[in-house]
Protein backbone atom coordinates (compact mmCIF):
# COMPACT_ATOMS: atom_id res chain seq x y z
CA UNK A 1 0.00 0.00 0.00
CA UNK A 2 1.64 3.29 -1.15
CA UNK A 3 0.52 6.61 0.75
CA UNK A 4 -0.72 8.25 -2.62
CA UNK A 5 -3.34 5.36 -1.73
CA UNK A 6 -4.44 7.37 1.12
CA UNK A 7 -4.37 10.57 -0.32
CA UNK A 8 -4.88 11.36 -4.09
CA UNK A 9 -7.97 9.19 -4.51
CA UNK A 10 -10.96 9.44 -7.61
CA UNK A 11 -14.08 8.56 -5.69
CA UNK A 12 -16.64 5.96 -8.32
CA UNK A 13 -20.01 6.38 -8.79
CA UNK A 14 -20.33 5.88 -13.06
CA UNK A 15 -22.05 3.01 -14.35
CA UNK A 16 -22.37 2.61 -18.49
CA UNK A 17 -19.36 4.33 -19.20
CA UNK A 18 -17.80 3.86 -22.54
CA UNK A 19 -15.02 1.36 -21.99
CA UNK A 20 -11.79 2.48 -22.64
CA UNK A 21 -8.16 0.71 -22.55
CA UNK A 22 -4.82 1.82 -22.96
CA UNK A 23 -3.06 1.00 -25.83
CA UNK A 24 0.14 0.05 -25.06
CA UNK A 25 -1.67 -2.68 -23.23
CA UNK A 26 -3.45 -3.79 -26.42
CA UNK A 27 -0.44 -3.88 -28.62
CA UNK A 28 1.65 -6.45 -26.55
CA UNK A 29 1.08 -9.61 -24.81
CA UNK A 30 0.68 -8.71 -20.93
CA UNK A 31 -1.89 -11.10 -19.85
CA UNK A 32 -2.32 -15.07 -20.27
CA UNK A 33 -4.96 -16.25 -22.31
CA UNK A 34 -5.79 -19.36 -19.55
CA UNK A 35 -7.51 -19.20 -16.18
CA UNK A 36 -4.96 -22.05 -15.34
CA UNK A 37 -2.08 -20.71 -13.27
CA UNK A 38 0.86 -19.59 -15.26
CA UNK A 39 3.76 -18.85 -13.70
CA UNK A 40 6.31 -19.08 -16.35
CA UNK A 41 8.43 -16.59 -17.25
CA UNK A 42 7.89 -14.83 -20.67
CA UNK A 43 10.39 -13.18 -23.17
CA UNK A 44 8.76 -11.14 -25.71
CA UNK A 45 10.41 -8.81 -28.32
CA UNK A 46 9.05 -7.44 -31.76
CA UNK A 47 9.61 -4.50 -33.68
CA UNK A 48 12.73 -3.08 -30.85
CA UNK A 49 10.21 -3.68 -28.20
CA UNK A 50 11.20 -5.76 -25.13
CA UNK A 51 9.35 -7.63 -22.26
CA UNK A 52 10.01 -9.78 -19.15
CA UNK A 53 6.86 -10.75 -17.73
CA UNK A 54 7.59 -12.45 -14.51
CA UNK A 55 4.52 -13.74 -12.29
CA UNK A 56 4.57 -14.23 -8.96
CA UNK A 57 3.14 -17.62 -7.09
CA UNK A 58 0.01 -16.45 -7.68
CA UNK A 59 0.78 -16.71 -11.22
CA UNK A 60 0.15 -14.55 -14.60
CA UNK A 61 -2.56 -11.57 -15.02
CA UNK A 62 -4.67 -12.89 -17.44
CA UNK A 63 -6.94 -11.20 -19.73
CA UNK A 64 -9.91 -11.32 -17.59
CA UNK A 65 -8.02 -10.24 -14.30
CA UNK A 66 -7.32 -7.09 -17.34
CA UNK A 67 -10.64 -5.87 -17.29
CA UNK A 68 -10.16 -4.51 -13.86
CA UNK A 69 -7.88 -2.09 -15.27
CA UNK A 70 -9.97 -1.25 -18.28
CA UNK A 71 -12.54 -0.81 -15.50
CA UNK A 72 -10.07 1.36 -14.03
CA UNK A 73 -8.86 3.42 -16.95
CA UNK A 74 -12.39 4.08 -18.14
CA UNK A 75 -13.04 5.97 -14.75
CA UNK A 76 -10.59 8.15 -15.33
CA UNK A 77 -10.98 9.27 -18.41
CA UNK A 78 -14.34 9.93 -17.62
CA UNK A 79 -13.24 12.19 -14.66
CA UNK A 80 -10.91 14.32 -17.07
CA UNK A 81 -13.50 14.66 -20.12
CA UNK A 82 -15.75 16.25 -17.19
CA UNK A 83 -12.62 18.68 -16.24
CA UNK A 84 -12.27 17.33 -12.87
CA UNK A 85 -9.03 16.52 -11.13
CA UNK A 86 -7.62 12.53 -12.11
CA UNK A 87 -6.18 10.12 -9.85
CA UNK A 88 -3.76 7.61 -10.20
CA UNK A 89 -6.12 5.57 -7.32
CA UNK A 90 -9.83 5.08 -7.56
CA UNK A 91 -12.27 4.04 -4.85
CA UNK A 92 -15.39 2.63 -5.95
CA UNK A 93 -17.46 -0.58 -4.70
CA UNK A 94 -16.37 -4.39 -5.28
CA UNK A 95 -19.95 -5.05 -6.46
CA UNK A 96 -19.78 -2.12 -9.04
CA UNK A 97 -16.65 -3.53 -10.95
CA UNK A 98 -18.14 -6.98 -10.64
CA UNK A 99 -21.39 -5.87 -12.43
CA UNK A 100 -19.55 -3.13 -14.81
CA UNK A 101 -17.30 -6.05 -16.31
CA UNK A 102 -20.17 -8.45 -16.50
CA UNK A 103 -18.78 -10.88 -13.82
CA UNK A 104 -20.36 -13.16 -10.79
CA UNK A 105 -21.76 -10.85 -7.69
CA UNK A 106 -21.77 -13.93 -5.90
CA UNK A 107 -19.77 -14.65 -2.99
CA UNK A 108 -17.40 -16.70 -5.52
CA UNK A 109 -16.68 -13.42 -7.87
CA UNK A 110 -15.75 -12.00 -4.93
CA UNK A 111 -13.34 -14.60 -3.95
CA UNK A 112 -12.15 -14.15 -7.50
CA UNK A 113 -12.17 -10.10 -7.91
CA UNK A 114 -9.00 -10.82 -4.99
CA UNK A 115 -7.15 -13.02 -6.89
CA UNK A 116 -7.37 -11.33 -10.09
CA UNK A 117 -5.85 -7.69 -8.01
CA UNK A 118 -2.94 -9.71 -6.21
CA UNK A 119 -1.83 -11.07 -9.80
CA UNK A 120 -2.37 -7.46 -11.00
CA UNK A 121 0.11 -6.02 -8.32
CA UNK A 122 2.48 -8.86 -7.69
CA UNK A 123 3.43 -9.45 -10.95
CA UNK A 124 6.76 -7.91 -12.64
CA UNK A 125 6.91 -6.09 -15.53
CA UNK A 126 10.05 -4.80 -17.39
CA UNK A 127 9.92 -3.10 -20.26
CA UNK A 128 11.51 -0.44 -22.66
CA UNK A 129 8.47 0.39 -23.93
CA UNK A 130 7.54 4.02 -23.23
CA UNK A 131 4.28 5.62 -22.47
CA UNK A 132 3.56 9.37 -22.42
CA UNK A 133 7.27 9.51 -24.27
CA UNK A 134 8.54 8.50 -21.36
CA UNK A 135 10.45 5.52 -20.82
CA UNK A 136 10.54 3.34 -17.04
CA UNK A 137 13.84 1.64 -16.31
CA UNK A 138 12.61 -0.89 -12.96
CA UNK A 139 10.97 -3.32 -12.23
CA UNK A 140 7.01 -2.66 -11.84
CA UNK A 141 3.25 -4.82 -11.54
CA UNK A 142 0.23 -3.48 -13.44
CA UNK A 143 -1.08 -2.01 -10.21
CA UNK A 144 0.89 -0.48 -7.23
CA UNK A 145 -1.69 -2.08 -4.55
CA UNK A 146 -5.16 -2.58 -3.55
CA UNK A 147 -7.12 -2.50 -0.41
CA UNK A 148 -10.79 -4.26 0.06
CA UNK A 149 -12.43 -2.11 3.22
CA UNK A 150 -15.15 -4.95 4.84
CA UNK A 151 -18.23 -3.66 6.21
CA UNK A 152 -19.85 -5.19 9.46
CA UNK A 153 -22.71 -5.21 7.08
CA UNK A 154 -23.11 -8.35 5.82
CA UNK A 155 -23.74 -6.70 2.20
CA UNK A 156 -21.04 -7.81 0.00
CA UNK A 157 -22.12 -4.29 -2.33
CA UNK A 158 -20.93 -2.33 0.81
CA UNK A 159 -17.53 -3.50 0.12
CA UNK A 160 -15.12 -0.16 -0.60
CA UNK A 161 -12.37 -1.24 -2.76
CA UNK A 162 -8.96 0.63 -3.57
CA UNK A 163 -6.91 0.07 -6.55
CA UNK A 164 -3.59 2.14 -7.50
CA UNK A 165 -3.00 1.99 -11.00
CA UNK A 166 0.94 1.67 -11.62
CA UNK A 167 2.64 4.99 -13.14
CA UNK A 168 3.13 3.44 -16.53
CA UNK A 169 -0.04 2.56 -17.13
CA UNK A 170 -1.36 5.74 -15.30
CA UNK A 171 0.82 8.09 -17.91
CA UNK A 172 -0.31 6.64 -20.76
CA UNK A 173 -4.09 7.14 -19.73
CA UNK A 174 -3.52 10.76 -18.97
CA UNK A 175 -2.18 11.22 -22.42
CA UNK A 176 -4.82 9.56 -23.79
CA UNK A 177 -3.43 6.80 -25.29
CA UNK A 178 -6.54 4.97 -25.13
CA UNK A 179 -8.86 3.50 -26.93
CA UNK A 180 -12.92 2.84 -26.71
CA UNK A 181 -13.81 -1.08 -26.95
CA UNK A 182 -17.43 -2.13 -27.13
CA UNK A 183 -19.11 -2.81 -24.73
CA UNK A 184 -19.93 -6.78 -25.67
CA UNK A 185 -15.99 -7.26 -25.39
CA UNK A 186 -16.82 -7.96 -21.48
CA UNK A 187 -19.27 -10.85 -22.82
CA UNK A 188 -17.10 -12.85 -24.65
CA UNK A 189 -16.05 -15.59 -23.49
CA UNK A 190 -13.00 -17.78 -24.50
CA UNK A 191 -9.10 -16.05 -23.79
CA UNK A 192 -7.90 -16.05 -27.53
CA UNK A 193 -11.41 -13.70 -28.46
CA UNK A 194 -10.44 -11.19 -26.11
CA UNK A 195 -6.83 -11.10 -27.74
CA UNK A 196 -8.07 -11.28 -31.19
CA UNK A 197 -11.12 -7.96 -30.22
CA UNK A 198 -8.10 -6.12 -28.84
CA UNK A 199 -5.45 -6.61 -31.92
CA UNK A 200 -8.85 -5.86 -34.24
CA UNK A 201 -9.65 -2.75 -32.16
CA UNK A 202 -5.66 -1.72 -32.44
CA UNK A 203 -4.95 -2.45 -35.62
CA UNK A 204 -7.63 -2.56 -37.90
CA UNK A 205 -9.93 0.07 -35.78
CA UNK A 206 -12.15 1.23 -38.31
CA UNK A 207 -10.06 0.69 -41.59
CA UNK A 208 -11.68 -1.23 -44.11
CA UNK A 209 -9.47 -3.83 -43.19
CA UNK A 210 -6.20 -5.54 -42.03
CA UNK A 211 -4.70 -8.32 -42.50
CA UNK A 212 -1.82 -10.22 -40.49
CA UNK A 213 0.24 -13.54 -40.73
CA UNK A 214 -0.94 -16.24 -38.71
CA UNK A 215 2.84 -16.45 -37.58
CA UNK A 216 3.00 -12.85 -36.00
CA UNK A 217 -0.45 -13.40 -35.03
CA UNK A 218 0.57 -15.96 -32.23
CA UNK A 219 3.39 -14.43 -31.46
CA UNK A 220 1.30 -10.93 -30.80
CA UNK A 221 -1.83 -13.02 -29.25
CA UNK A 222 0.71 -14.35 -26.45
CA UNK A 223 -0.87 -17.88 -26.47
CA UNK A 224 1.04 -20.36 -25.27
CA UNK A 225 -0.67 -23.31 -27.65
CA UNK A 226 1.33 -24.89 -30.55
CA UNK A 227 1.09 -23.07 -33.73
CA UNK A 228 -0.97 -26.05 -35.39
CA UNK A 229 -2.94 -25.70 -31.65
CA UNK A 230 -3.61 -22.11 -32.29
CA UNK A 231 -4.43 -22.09 -35.85
CA UNK A 232 -7.41 -24.77 -35.07
CA UNK A 233 -8.88 -22.48 -32.51
CA UNK A 234 -8.68 -19.38 -34.42
CA UNK A 235 -10.79 -21.43 -37.10
CA UNK A 236 -13.48 -21.94 -34.16
CA UNK A 237 -13.45 -18.12 -33.44
CA UNK A 238 -13.74 -17.79 -37.25
CA UNK A 239 -16.44 -19.84 -37.29
CA UNK A 240 -18.64 -18.94 -34.31
CA UNK A 241 -18.23 -15.26 -35.68
CA UNK A 242 -18.76 -13.56 -32.38
CA UNK A 243 -15.54 -10.66 -32.01
CA UNK A 244 -17.87 -7.48 -31.96
CA UNK A 245 -17.54 -4.91 -34.80
CA UNK A 246 -15.27 -7.32 -36.62
CA UNK A 247 -15.39 -10.05 -39.36
CA UNK A 248 -12.90 -12.61 -39.43
CA UNK A 249 -11.43 -14.74 -42.48
CA UNK A 250 -8.51 -17.00 -43.68
CA UNK A 251 -6.72 -16.61 -46.60
CA UNK A 252 -3.91 -19.11 -47.27
CA UNK A 253 -1.91 -18.06 -43.83
CA UNK A 254 -3.03 -14.76 -43.24
CA UNK A 255 -5.95 -14.04 -41.28
CA UNK A 256 -8.14 -11.21 -43.03
CA UNK A 257 -9.86 -8.49 -40.68
CA UNK A 258 -13.00 -6.47 -41.68
CA UNK A 259 -14.16 -3.85 -40.00
CA UNK A 260 -18.57 -4.08 -40.40
CA UNK A 261 -19.98 -2.48 -37.42
CA UNK A 262 -23.70 -3.48 -39.20
CA UNK A 263 -22.37 -7.30 -39.12
CA UNK A 264 -22.00 -6.99 -42.77
CA UNK A 265 -21.38 -10.42 -44.80
CA UNK A 266 -17.95 -11.17 -44.90
CA UNK A 267 -17.70 -12.52 -48.26
CA UNK A 268 -19.69 -9.67 -49.82
CA UNK A 269 -16.83 -7.11 -47.45
CA UNK A 270 -14.14 -9.06 -48.89
CA UNK A 271 -15.32 -9.21 -52.82
CA UNK A 272 -15.88 -5.37 -52.70
CA UNK A 273 -12.09 -4.86 -51.20
CA UNK A 274 -10.74 -7.04 -53.40
CA UNK A 275 -12.25 -4.93 -56.31
CA UNK A 276 -10.91 -2.39 -54.70
CA UNK A 277 -7.01 -3.38 -54.74
CA UNK A 278 -7.06 -7.15 -54.82
CA UNK A 279 -6.07 -7.26 -51.18
CA UNK A 280 -2.54 -6.26 -52.29
CA UNK A 281 -1.68 -4.36 -49.13
CA UNK A 282 -0.19 -5.46 -46.03
CA UNK A 283 -1.33 -4.00 -42.69
CA UNK A 284 1.29 -6.13 -40.48
CA UNK A 285 2.27 -4.13 -37.65
Known sequence: MTPQMQTAVLFV???DLPSKDAQVSMEHPFFSLSKN?????????HNGNTITITPSIAGMPTIW???????????IVHAMNRGETPSQTIRTTAYRLLKETHRSIGIHGYELLEG??????SVTIKTNIRTADERTREGFGLINGWRIVEKNDPDPRMISLEIELSSWLYRAILHKEILTLNRNYFTLKGGIEHRLYELCRKHCGTQATWSIGLDLLH???GSRAARKVFASKLKTVIARNQLPDYRLKLKGEKLLVFYSPAGGDVDEIMDIREILDGLGRDCEP
Open 13 to 15: NNS
Open 65 to 75: DKEILIFCCSQ
Open 37 to 45: PDRTIRVYE
Open 219 to 221: KKS
Open 116 to 121: ALERLR
